[in-house]
């Protein structure tokens, strides 16, 4: 089936001459999955039934659910929401603040504070793709029993791009300008055509603060704002204390804009102490009813489920586990700078080295025998949202087959064992940081690769310093100062295009930005460059995946960029519990459906 | 005395400069900073990150740095957090009351324990009340708080089930049910830390007091026809108690410092899991301000040991 096809049969349903579920059915038959499908048809302003991308909610009055206790063993420490960095505090912060729209896990928007998604077909989005237009929902209360409104929605862009607030959300706000339509209408409007809209005011950057309590601290006194302790927002629950470091504690808000939610009375988000006891405290002692971020070994999981009180569930995103092959020399100055994109590596230059390399993971063994349900192996880099999917990519684990490659390519074992052409060995330093499953895939590769005549010499760093931002440091892994490095990349949205943009070359890290480039492997290709800037004026969201698709084949078969495995998010929760998780957004995303079968 | 206690609280001003020199120059030279989550999260443009780090003056040198951090703490301001933006006094008052709480009644039990057992074993040295106590001291210091802890929640919590392992700071309950559920969820911190601290002191006292327990005097009382508990109570423990003293007195400040690791799998929200929470975060104004008080009472309690030795001992004088 080609675009055409596509095209006419999604306007078939759009002429209501297709159902939508003769659609779906029909994309199964040709392999689509019905995810994928029914995005197709959202993507082409034809919403789905309400209740798709997230699961129906069933208590029927709000309240009388008793406690919720979630178990973080990384305590938050901020309550603000353009201030804190890292997940656990966008969680926190969720509890209290809500969005204009979130991310369900099949990356689709879901609104929340909006009264609905903008599309092409409700007017939101302008055909030339230069804003968006948001409706918001009326009726919205603050806790303190304020009128949520636009004001607060410009209030909340102007925060977070003045540089006196040093917000960490700026990046999402400081490049649009946001108007005021009327009282209860906002249009964000972009400098040139975006394809991707949903960043500012969706999800967790764009957890909305209430105007008349921040609005004296817009400026250098923005931390001495009370209310960043003290939240007062728009969500299900209300704010009853929290203490930095430790515990949060909130209650029922009897006036929240949805019916019969929330469905608990009181909630408290304890944190700290380590991810195993976490799992235990839910799993085993039923001490509390859900835990984030189990990044505990399967086998201890698998063991505790036995106990059957408790579940692993395993949200599956976009982050992934990959071997970068760097392109350049790292041991060589050019320039003075070590791995300067003026230089080529002497052996990775040879793209037969680089299949071999590819040839030489043994993927089925990582998910076996290290990660579990934790790590999917893959072939692809671009996993998620489905509609981003390549389904061209291979992977193989072979070691004759590299043997043979290398053979055919003139790369001769010399006495050691160890392949060398014109002058050049196969010895490669092999970083990445401490960590006991990286460890483990190190040896894995180490193993694998000498029966194939490479040597691996492998180098370890502690988190801190690989994955720090430090300029004086050699072992950061922006710096690259080795053959190969490996670690985890995330994608925080339903969006490939912040995720892709790590290939472009323009993004190259290198001495001149202080390796603040997101390429930090040094991926350069002409026609990837090409196909990234089209896909960033792309307004036709078919072909925009299409042409995602064609980035992630380019990267992956030039195998600079080996992936491993997916690592989908893995948290622990009581059999009773029915919450809603989301691989694009946090936690507390949607806590306002969660409740508890009785 | 005056003169003394002048003397060496002016001591005391330089050796503050110095740790505070070279706790802020290890922070400085060590890798990371703040945002670290921030650099591997794609959303955030690394300028962002840059002009963040700008916004808290990260980029300066380490001399300014230290300057205005050594100034602002003379004026009595310890400087905010820069991880959750809240001064950084109001962060420690928060997990002091849970950190003395703990650690102190800890403490006490470590004492109510030394004190007698040290003392018994002394007077009837290598009878089988000698042996097992000395045994059992051996082993009760050679285990590590992190190892007995996870084997008291492995048994209590998870095989018995008769005790929480999660330290909650908000129970609901009031009155005398609120002592108990406090109870509770303390008894076993307090005791790894207690029984660790007691078992390390128990063979302290045991050695002091059979130091003093042969001595003329003690001889001299028994012929005197002195009670044998008099004896221990007023001749023997008094002498015996004065390196005791310094032992107890310089481990007052861990009172205040907490227990690191037994903190963090308790899940006890006092000063040491503060302490790892601001190292893993590179949270500078943090570490600082917690290792500089417990620098501070350190030297403090140092002083106090020297006046109490004074007191117990009337032969020590203050030149």
């Given at each position: 089936m080609n675009e055409d096809d596509l095209r006419q049969m999604i306007g078939r349903v759009q002429r209501g001459s297709l159902s939508r579920r003769g659609f779906v059915k029909r994309m199964a038959a040709v392999g689509l999955t019905a995810p994928m499908a029914t995005q197709l048809l959202a993507l082409s302003g034809i919403s789905p039934a309400s209740a798709q991308s997230v699961p129906t909610y069933a208590p029927s009055r709000r309240g009388g659910g008793g406690a919720l206790?979630?178990?973080?063993?990384q305590a938050s420490t901020l309550l603000n929401p353009h201030f804190g960095s890292g997940t656990t505090n966008a969680d926190a912060s969720r509890v209290f603040y809500e969005p204009l729209a979130g991310w369900a896990t099949d990356g689709t928007l879901h609104?929340?504070?909006?009264?609905?998604?903008?599309?092409?077909?409700?007017g939101g989005l302008s055909p030339d793709g230069r804003s968006v237009t948001w409706k918001l929902k009326r009726g919205v209360k603050w806790h303190d029993g304020q009128d949520f409104s636009a004001d607060d929605v410009i209030f909340n862009w102007e925060y977070a791009k003045n540089p006196a607030v040093a917000a960490v959300s700026s990046g999402s706000y400081r490049d649009v300008n946001v108007v005021k339509v009327d009282d209860h209408t906002v249009r964000v409007e972009f400098n040139q055509p975006t394809p991707f809209w949903a960043d500012a005011f969706v999800a967790a950057i764009g957890q909305l603060i209430p105007k008349h309590l921040f609005k004296d601290y817009a400026g250098a006194n923005a931390r001495d704002a009370p209310t960043n302790l003290r939240p007062v927002g728009t969500s299900a629950y209300k704010f009853v204390s929290f203490a930095p470091g430790d515990n949060l504690r909130a209650e029922l808000n009897p006036n929240y804009h949805l019916d019969n939610r929330p469905y608990f009375d009181t909630l408290e988000i304890k944190g700290g102490g380590d991810a195993v006891s976490a799992a235990r405290a839910v799993m085993q002692t039923a001490d509390f009813d859900y835990a984030w971020n189990m990044q505990v070994e399967d086998e201890i999981l698998k063991r505790l489920e036995a106990n059957g009180r408790g579940k692993v569930n395993i949200v599956e995103g976009g982050s992934i586990e990959f071997v970068q092959l760097n392109p350049t020399d790292p041991h060589r100055e050019v320039e003075g700078e070590r791995a300067s994109i003026k230089s080529e590596h002497p052996a990775f230059r040879d793209p037969k080295v680089r299949e071999a390399m590819a040839l030489l993971i043994d993927?089925?063994?990582?998910?076996?025998?290290?990660?579990?349900?934790?790590?999917?192996a893959t072939a692809n880099f671009l996993n998620n949202p489905p509609r981003f999917t390549s389904p061209n990519m291979r992977w193989e684990f072979s070691i004759a087959k590299a043997n043979e490659i290398l053979d055919a390519a003139g790369w001769v074992r010399g006495r050691d064992g160890i392949r060398a052409k014109d002058g050049v060995r196969l010895r490669f330093i092999y970083q990445t940081s401490v960590n006991a499953p990286r460890q483990r895939t190190q040896a894995v590769y180490k193993q694998a690769a000498q029966r194939a005549g490479i040597d691996l010499e492998l180098k370890s760093v502690t988190a801190s310093v690989f994955f720090s931002s430090d300029v004086a440091n050699p072992d950061t892994y922006t710096k690259f100062f080795a053959d190969m490095q490996m670690y985890t990349t995330t994608m925080p949205q339903a969006d490939p295009e912040r995720f892709m943009n790590q290939y472009v070359s323009w993004e190259v890290?290198?001495?001149?930005?202080?390796?603040?480039?997101?390429?930090?492997?040094?991926?350069?290709?002409e026609e990837y460059d090409r196909i990234f800037r089209e896909s960033q004026g792309e307004l036709d969201p078919v072909k925009r995946a299409a042409l995602f698709i064609r980035m992630n084949d380019i990267v992956v078969s030039s195998n600079h960029i080996i992936p491993l495995v997916k690592r989908p998010t893995v948290s622990a929760s009581l059999n009773n519990l029915r919450h809603v998780l989301s691989a694009w957004d946090g936690t507390t995303w949607l806590l306002s459906d969660w409740w508890r079968e009785t | 005395?005056?003169?003394?206690?002048?003397?060496?609280?002016?001591?005391?001003?330089?050796?503050?400069?110095?740790?505070?020199?070279?706790?802020?120059t290890i922070l400085a030279l060590a890798p990371g900073d703040p945002f670290e989550e921030l650099a591997t999260n794609p959303a955030i443009p690394p300028d962002?990150?840059?002009?963040?780090?700008?916004?808290?003056?990260?980029?300066?040198?380490?001399?300014?740095?230290?300057?205005?951090?050594?100034?602002?703490?003379l004026r009595g301001e310890w400087g905010y957090s820069f991880i959750s933006r809240i001064p950084v006094d109001q962060l420690i008052l928060q997990r002091l009351p849970t950190t003395i709480a703990v650690i102190g009644l800890a403490q006490i039990v470590a004492l109510c324990i030394a004190l007698p057992v040290g003392v018994y074993a002394a007077t009837r040295p290598y009878s089988v009340f000698d042996q097992v106590a000395n045994t059992l001291a051996f082993i009760g210091f050679s285990l590590p708080t992190f190892f007995t802890g996870l084997l008291l929640i492995l048994l209590f919590s998870i095989h018995l089930d008769w005790l929480p392992f999660v330290f909650r700071t908000d129970i609901e309950a009031t009155g005398w049910r609120w002592w108990w559920e406090m109870l509770r969820q303390t008894i076993m911190p307090i005791m790894v830390l207690g029984l660790f601290q007691g078992a390390a002191w128990t063979r302290y006292v045991r050695a002091a007091t059979l130091d003093v327990i042969r001595l003329d005097h003690v001889t001299t009382a028994r012929a005197k026809g002195l009670p044998e508990s008099r004896i221990t109570i007023l001749h023997v423990v008094r002498n015996?108690?004065?390196?005791?003293?310094?032992?107890?007195?310089l481990q007052m400040p861990a009172v205040f410092g907490g227990a690191i690791v037994t903190e963090q799998i308790f899940r006890i929200p006092g000063i040491g899991s503060l302490l790892v929470t601001s190292i893993l975060s590179n949270d500078t104004p943090v570490i600082m301000a917690v290792t500089f008080v417990f620098a501070i009472l350190v030297i403090f309690f140092n002083l106090v040991a020297d006046i109490l030795y004074g007191w117990l001992d009337p032969r020590i004088s203050y030149r």
């Open positions: 206790k979630i178990l973080y063993w609104p929340i504070l909006a009264a609905e998604i903008p599309s092409t077909d409700n993927r089925n063994a990582l998910e076996q025998f290290i990660y579990g349900r934790g790590g999917p890290s290198s001495k001149a930005n202080n390796w603040q480039g997101r390429n930090i492997s040094r991926f350069r290709s | 005395m005056t003169n003394y206690l002048a003397r060496r609280l002016l001591i005391a001003i330089p050796s503050l400069l110095g740790i505070s020199v070279i706790l802020f962002v990150r840059a002009h963040l780090r700008a916004s808290l003056g990260l980029d300066d040198p380490i001399h300014l740095r230290y300057w205005s951090w050594l100034t602002a703490m015996a108690m004065i390196p005791v003293v310094t032992l107890v007195a």
